[in-house]
């Protein structure tokens, strides 16, 4: 029994040794493109030309998210960190808080309407440029957020439908109808409708469509929004370059418990940028830290995995007004269990003592010589 027991350990070494190896010789390295969309924003006789760059790992990170979506949770589709790069580039053209909204409802009512079964994130929503009320409403209600102005979410259950109302100091002025807002909580929140394909004369804040007007409002605050995400979409108004970042393992193979030291560059200088990095195992992809880069693009991160198996690792860049960002190739990390180390031990010792009692029974158990006599001959 026991001989089968220790036989069954050096098997198990065995195995899982040949698979590390054979893993760690046909792990995949692989590159993903950043997704890009384009917005048109028009100032007076000025338009200009919004350009969207989101890298693979952060849409990966919302496809990977809840996507269950109950009233009492509509909050959480709210993403303004993940969106303020692009909210500050509008921001910067129109400063004026209506003009703002304005601004955010013409980039929102570009993207083609169409009734989505499972609800999305922003980020999921401008990648797949497609949405209805629910998914419009979220992605604005992100970008005006994150911009530190007062926005709800205006629920509509009987309708069915779904916009948001903006905090002005001031009325609108813009609004070409009756202004139509909600007095929640002592503030004023003017409605603006986020559907509507005609995004050059499409709703503006403080105007009502026709089909909502008189209908009961239910107010969703988005106090429970998420405040944090390991990455965010860039944008520009010009041509962005293309960057690249790389990513190494101090080491391919590591005991559970000790330290791997992930380290690369982003191929831009002459500015600290803060890259995200990744883990995967089973399939799901999770952030396991940030770090900043130094000034030639150089960044280094030491992550301790606590649990063994195998691990793909990226990291990821999420680019600037110049660069678009970047993912970069991903790598495998194999981490051996502790029991690993005393079965492969175990077996040694046992192999050792073997040759060891085998080499003293040959000391104490000379080889003996056989005679034979002739057998006597007869005349």
Same mark, same amino acid.
């Given at each position: ?43 007076? &006789? ?51 808080? *209506? ?25 999921? /929503? %401008? +990648? *797949? ?15 005006? *957020? ?10 509509? *259950? ?5 916009? %948001? ?5 001031? &009325? ?22 986020? #559907? ?20 009961? +409002?239910?107010?969703? #605050?988005?106090? =429970? ?17 293309? !960057? ?14 000790? =330290? ?5 560059? +982003?191929?831009?200088?002459?500015? /600290? ?32 995995? /606590? ?8 990291? !990821? ?58 057998? &006597?001959?007869?005349?």
């Amino acid at each position: 029994m026991r001989l089968m027991q220790r036989h069954g350990k050096s098997k198990f070494l065995i195995v899982v040794v040949s698979g590390l190896f054979f893993a760690l010789l046909f792990s995949k390295v692989c590159f993903a493109q950043n997704y890009e969309q384009h917005y048109f924003l028009v100032d007076g &006789p000025s338009t200009y030309r919004l350009t969207l760059s989101t890298t693979h790992s952060l849409f990966e990170y919302y496809q990977q998210k809840n996507h269950q979506l109950t009233q009492n949770n509509f909050a959480s589709f709210v993403t303004p960190y993940a969106l303020a790069l692009v909210a500050e580039d509008i921001r910067s053209l129109f400063p004026n808080d *209506e003009a703002f909204v304005n601004s955010v409802l013409m980039v929102v009512h570009q993207i083609p309407y169409q009734i989505v079964e499972e609800p999305a994130y922003p980020v999921e /929503t %401008i +990648i *797949e440029n497609r949405g209805d009320c629910d998914l419009f409403s979220f992605l604005a209600a992100s970008l005006i *957020e994150s911009q530190d102005l007062d926005v709800v979410l205006l629920y509509y *259950e009987h309708e069915s439908h779904l916009n %948001i109302g903006v905090s002005l100091q001031n &009325p609108p002025r813009d609004a070409r109808s009756t202004i139509t807002y909600v007095d929640y909580g002592g503030t004023r929140y003017y409605m603006a409708e986020c #559907t509507g394909g005609d995004w050059q004369n499409g709703w503006r804040i403080g105007e009502c469509p026709p089909e909502l007007e008189g209908a009961q +409002i239910t107010v969703v #605050t988005l106090e =429970d929004c998420e405040r944090i995400a390991p990455g965010q979409v860039s944008s520009s108004f010009g041509t962005t370059e293309s !960057s690249a970042i790389s990513l190494s393992a101090s080491s391919n193979i590591v005991m559970e418990g000790n =330290d791997v030291v992930i380290s690369g560059r +982003i191929s831009i200088s002459n500015s /600290t940028e803060t890259v995200m990095l990744y883990a995967a195992t089973g399939g799901r992809w999770f952030p396991i830290g940030a770090v900043k880069s130094n000034s030639n693009g150089l960044y280094m991160f030491t992550w301790r995995p /606590t649990l063994w198996g195998q691990y793909h690792l990226k990291a !990821s860049w999420s680019g600037n007004d110049e660069y678009a960002g970047a993912d970069s190739q991903t790598i495998s990390v194999y981490v051996v269990p502790k029991s690993l180390v005393f079965i492969g031990g175990g077996f040694a010792v046992l192999t050792i003592l073997a040759v060891v009692m085998f080499l003293m029974y040959k000391a104490t158990h000379p080889k003996e010589v056989q005679t034979f006599e002739e057998p &006597p001959q007869y005349v």
